[in-house]
């Protein structure tokens, strides 16, 4: 069987001519013999000539119209029409061959009994030659038997994609619609989703495909917990947006992401919020090529602003970020100036002439340093970035009239116990103060927790650890986090920007939390796996408890109080948080400065908690990585505080 598969190309293309040759005379025999009833020698001698005409005349013709040129594993219902096509072509010749010959009588019934005979040989062998031909390739390869999960036109086409690859064999169906329960598509039986537990050892299905695409999140969300317990492989299809223009293909299909899992729904974006603040205005972001910074700018040029400018302090990531800007502009044939600029934030001579010459109108503040144990290491630096560069960017803005000011804020902010979440409270507390004692420029602040797929993420260490075969490292059973998708962060914080009256802090509806070790579960699970564990010692990926990091809460909050109202937009809150007056912070702010001068760790330390009455250090500041920090350079000759 294997040495027949293997053969030349052209070596099966004449052995299916050769077939046909002798296979279609002996049609024409039968067709005589039903409209005589029996076949007498009188008769083979009356139509010799044309039972030897057959071969003749169909193999060339059925060479012509390409029927010997498909390859049989990969051919679907469209072959019949070809074969009909030659069909009729081949009878309409013979029956000119028979006038030409002065064939008389002759029955017309023969050529329709030979019509529709050789049209039912033809297609029957080309699909009894596939199946043979895959049952093949199943025995000669390894094979995953797969479960498609929908039944619908995208399970369909799934199915035939995977039929044509070879390295998946769809054994069975599920769909959640009754009526479909108990058919066939394509010779595979569609089953209710309720009987998978015992189809799986049944049929040793060892992967389910969900061809769900017009399927809501919080549905595929369900699927998910219904299937977990199986511990298979699960893979889901594209949105039916990306099928809309061609085929579902294999390679269409992907791995469940962290996305599948939270099963959030997104929520039309306000198009009047999205592009209040950006269309034709000339709009900047600095921290352009961070997680956030990067998305922020390219929501923003959808919008369609005057200019785009970018502040980044990395030459690679802005580099990257403004070559990927200038192909989306080209991409979506826009007239949009997009300005890079390598530079600090706390560098304000750098910014006033950013803002001044570029006549910035609209500002989002993305530049921080965010990684909790690496700020933990490294105070010094991390107050200097988010605490003295907001403050620098703050104070340029308002001279130079910058009409909007956002800054990306984070859940780390609230009752903080690492010294990131406390600088960004800090930032949060000077845009506060600014909004208080100005009119310039209309400060607010948008608070959310953790994105998907940003620098440090945990989703992306969980899914590299398990490919590696483990183990997880987890630093807390307990831990949980919020999450969202940076896409739906960063047009949240479009919109929340523009609902800004000043001095707002907005928080962004993150669902419900997520424990980590859930997480980390089920990931390892919907790969097809077990966790090692004491009730499952036969698991093949373990989790280990590595203790929780310099800083780092067991449970992240949104809010520092309970004052809090909800906005036009359903995921976007406004918060009521306590204030500092600007005179106080400012007595503050030039005590820390200087404490960070001079390297002054309990002084920085008591500052913290003095400006931010909520901070709850887990470790003095006294005792962290003394040589990380000596490395700093101190802070610049020239006052930050005007």
Known sequence: MQSLIHIPRLQKQILAASLDALCLPLIFILA???????????LFRHYFWLIFAIPLISIPVFTRIGLYRAVVRFIDQKIISVIMFGASIAVLLLAFISVMLHIMPISRAIFGFFWTGSILYLSASRFLARSWLLRADMTGNAVHQVCIYGAGKAGAQLASALRAGGEHHCVAFLDDNKNRHGSTIAGVKVYDPAEIDALVPRLGINQILLALPSASKTRQKQILNQLEHLKLKIKVTPSIQSLVNGELRVQDVRDVEIEDLLGRDPVTPDARLLSICITGKNVMVTGAGGSIGSELCRQILRQKPAKLILLEMSEYALYAMEQELQSLRAQLKLDIEILPFLGSVLDETRLDKIFSTCAVETLYHAAAYKHVPLVEHNPIEGIRNNVFGTLSVAQAAVRNQVANFVLISTDKAVRP???????????ELILQAFSRTQRTTRFCMVRFGNVLGSSGSVVPLFRKQIMAGGPITLTHPEITRYFMTIPEAAQLVL????????????????????????????????????VKCEQTPDGTIEIQHVGLRPGEKLYEELLIGNNVEGTTHPLIMRAQENEISWEQLQVNLQELEQACRIFDYPQIRALLQKTVAEYQPQCGIEDLLWQASAASSPLPAAPLLH
Do not use: C
């Open 495 to 530: 919109q929340a920007g523009a609902m800004g009256e000043g001095g707002d802090v907005f928080v962004l509806d993150m669902g419900e939390p997520v424990r980590i070790i859930d997480l980390a579960r089920r990931m390892v699970h919907l790969s097809g796996l077990e």
């Open 32 to 42: 005589i013999w039903l409209r005589y009833d029996g076949f007498t020698m009188e």
């Open 417 to 427: 116990t690492n010294v990131m979440g406390t600088t960004k409270r800090m930032a």
